[in-house]
């Protein structure tokens, strides 16, 4: 049972105690379908936090007896540097879940394929949904919060959440927090209504419903409630794909091969894939220039953000690049079922040393050269990569700049994770390298958890002054949005055309 004993909440704004509940009370019982409806800023989102634990009221008390899951389908709480298997294994540590048996279940359930094991920062909302969505189905809550309609994915993946959740779990608490009178009536066998502070209880849908329309034409107290802001647009949806991103008509499509990556022995108890793509028609004889991108599949996938493919293939069309080999490379994926696969991602790409480069020259560079003929010159040679990739490719150049010349890092984190926080002095107080440097970063960038301090735009900043001190070729673009893949994919052609110039 979850019951509210006289509950009281309320927030500190500028303008005073803003009090959103006012000794209300409420009982869900085991099983129960409860619905609770109210007007916008009327204190849905705050009930359901309290419901679930998130939030302790400010007076009253809180009884809750039955395991109680977050809002289905919310995201909020991912940690988004890792992938969605690592936030799987973390949520099912917290709550005792068996990991193998969970991972299986979430992978299948999602439906988000190799998406799977890529930081969940680089997920789309309705991606994050379905992870979250799967996630809380996997976890057996005697009680189910539902905030709002879930949409989840498109009609034939909704569909399948509703199976799960209202059939499969039918003997299962559900609270549903909503102004949607039609789906609280639906699925609910009585409800609440939020109004003035309080929490009014009817044992007929119908008659809440109808209080509540009745409330919704009548005068509001005004004041009262949750406060409502309109959301501030996201400055990084401006940010779209342009022509050369696109495939075009007549333009010839490169290839892709899988490579196969032998065990590390610079990265040991891990694998790594790999993919090469090779451009059209190549002859199999012709010396290549090299492109490097880390988080390969990432850049490579066809429903991917970044699209390097179709940009390649019109790039070299028009020749605004030469004809060129890519290689995707992603970082290791850890065979032991207990570490987290972002912990190998950062030692490979945060640790200011040679290791990285040596790994790709030694051990994957070889099996590139099964299939093309790869060019030895520095200046043919090119690495990229995002966030952590980004910094990966600015250190794999830093120390091997006999096999790189050519750098693009975008949202790169130029930090003090595992000592990139020193390349400003670096640069200053080290020899001259030749290299080409692209920097692409959001102003607003910034990441979250144990890393939410770090001054990302700056770390930018400071690192172009650097090479600019220093006489270094290069190009710094600040976008206005944050720590997001969306400014650096619209500008890759651009980027790419700049810095592969003669």
Known sequence: MIRFQNVQKSYHTRHGLNHVLRNANLTIQPGEKVGILGRNGAGKSTTIRLLSGAELPTAGYIERNMSVSWPLAFGGAFQGALTGRDNT????????????????????????????????????????????????????????LIDEVMHVGDQRFHEKCQVELYEKRADRSHVIVSHDEGFVREHCERAYVLKDGDILSFDQVDEAINFHIKSLHAKETHGVGDSVQAKPDDPDEKYQLGPDSHP???????????????????????????????????????????????????????????????????LIADGSLPEMAILFVESGKLLSEGGLASEQRSLEYDSVNGDYAEFLLTEILPQVRKHA????DPRDR?????????????????????????????????????????????????????????????????????????????GNRAVAQSLAVKGYQYQFVLGEGGHSFRHGAMILPDALRWLWRS
């Open 373 to 376: 003929v790869i060019s030895d």
């Open 248 to 314: 075009k008509d007549g333009v010839p499509r490169g290839s892709i091969v899988t490579l196969e990556i032998p065990p590390s022995a610079i990265f040991p108890g891990c694998l790594h894939e790999a993919w090469l793509y090779l451009p059209a028609d190549y002859n199999g004889e012709d010396s290549l220039p090299l492109m490097v991108f880390q988080d390969g599949w990432w850049f490579m996938a066809d429903d991917g953000p970044w699209q390097v493919q179709t940009v390649a293939n019109n």
């Open 382 to 458: 090119g690495i990229a990569g995002i966030a952590n990739g980004g910094i990966c490719a600015f250190t794999a150049a830093w120390m091997r700049p006999d096999a790189f010349s050519r750098v693009l890092s975008m949202c790169g984190i130029f930090a003090d994770i595992r000592g990139g926080g020193a390349y400003p002095d670096l640069i200053r107080e080290g020899d001259y390298r030749p290299l080409r440097v692209f920097l692409q970063e959001g102003v607003r960038s910034r990441l979250g958890g144990v890393y939410e301090g770090l001054d990302l735009p700056g």
């Open 89 to 144: 294994k973390c949520i099912c540590r917290i709550y005792g879940r068996d990991i193998r048996e969970a991972i299986d279940y979430v992978q299948s359930f999602s439906e988000l394929g190799r998406y799977f094991d890529e930081p969940v920062n680089n997920y789309s909302s309705g991606m994050a949904a379905r992870l979250a969505f799967a996630l809380s189905m996997s976890i057996e809550f005697d009680c189910f």
